[in-house]
């Protein structure tokens, strides 16, 4: 079975400063991983995946994630916080459940961004 | 380009009431999903399409959740005699693919408030 935790519910930084969202996922296979944001009101956007290409992933608006096996993680990283990635961040596990690929959703994150 | 669209945005019905939430998957797109998103929490998985065909129903949380996609595109979701704890946001998603190493595309979600 797959299963994804992230580790913070709210994580606060300054704007310029770095970003660490932290993910940890549980898989009986090599899992395919993915970063979704989602704004008030606004639908799922997908930030970037892994797929058992390169471990280190890069996705839109300068984040990035690097997929470490040994540690089991998939930690979404940027350089420097815009006021506009305030919002709740979803770390997913794709998994082969009942013959069917699904994806489980971490409890998320919001974060914010201080002026 | 088109995006995955669902209506009513926002639904209020009061207990008992049956409602029908709709979706519009991206054209052409082979895979559709529907998630339940509770306040506070991670989308989880109800229902799984494969064109018209339901392939996995595992996560309806009742008898009185049932779903349909009869020409292979768009979709909806029915509640009957809604109840309170069915109170939470329901989002569609779509994939061009049967597999879970591509992404699904979101929809904006309708949020459901039973009073």
């Known amino acids: 079975a797959q299963s994804v935790t992230q580790l913070d519910s709210h994580v606060s930084v300054s704007e310029g400063t770095p970003v660490l969202l932290r993910c940890n996922y549980s898989?009986?296979?090599?899992?395919?991983l993915f970063w979704y944001v989602q704004h008030p009101n606004k639908g799922l956007q997908l930030l970037l995946k892994?797929?058992?290409?390169?471990?280190l992933v890069k996705g839109i608006n300068g984040f990035e994630a690097e997929f470490k096996k040994s540690e089991t993680s998939f930690h979404l990283t940027k350089p420097s916080a815009h006021m506009s990635d305030a919002a709740e961040y979803f770390c997913v596990v794709s998994g082969l459940t009942s013959g069917t690929y699904k994806y489980i959703f971490g409890t998320g994150t919001r974060l914010k961004v201080l002026a | 380009g088109a995006g995955v669209s669902q209506s009513p945005r926002y639904k209020v019905a009061k207990r008992g009431q049956d409602v029908a939430l709709r979706c519009d998957p991206i054209?052409?797109?082979?895979?559709l999903f529907w998630y339940q998103q509770a306040l506070g929490q991670g989308p989880e998985f109800l229902t799984y399409?494969?064109?018209?065909?339901?392939?996995?129903k595992s996560g309806l949380p009742s008898d009185r959740f049932f779903a349909e996609r009869p020409e292979g595109s768009v979709s909806t979701l029915k509640i009957q005699r809604t109840q309170q704890e069915d109170s939470a946001v329901y989002l569609c998603?779509?994939?061009?693919?049967?597999?879970?190493?591509?992404?699904?595309?979101f929809g904006p979600g309708t949020r459901l408030t039973v009073t």
């Open positions: 898989s009986s296979y090599s899992p395919s």
């Open positions: 998603a779509s994939s061009f693919t049967t597999s879970g190493i591509y992404e699904q595309y």
């Open positions: 399409f494969q064109n018209e065909a339901q392939l996995d």
């Open positions: 892994y797929t058992s290409a390169a471990t």
């Open positions: 054209s052409g797109h082979v895979s």
